[in-house]
């Protein structure tokens, strides 16, 4: 069974070339991660400083209790 996730960020003014070149060049480990967690469709739809983000997993892989490190590591790299 799959759930699906949907939800926005917003995009700080003055680091659009940053924001994608970091989604561009994502890290191994992070995609190897979202495999693991059961993520089978993640993507970011961008308008303006807007970010639609949209996820789909599969949940009869358990949810993990606590944040990975590597994701704590992606989400300061991109604060």
Sequence with gaps: MNERRAWIMKLKPG??????????????????????????????????????????RDCSIPEPDTINPIVWKWWKMMA
Excluded at 18 to 38: A, R, V
């Design 15 to 56: 680091n659009e070339v940053l924001y994608k070149k970091k989604h561009d060049d994502i890290w191994p480990e992070m995609l190897d991660l979202m495999n693991k967690q059961g993520t089978q469709n993640f993507s970011i739809y961008r308008y303006g400083y807007l970010l639609f983000v949209y996820q789909e």
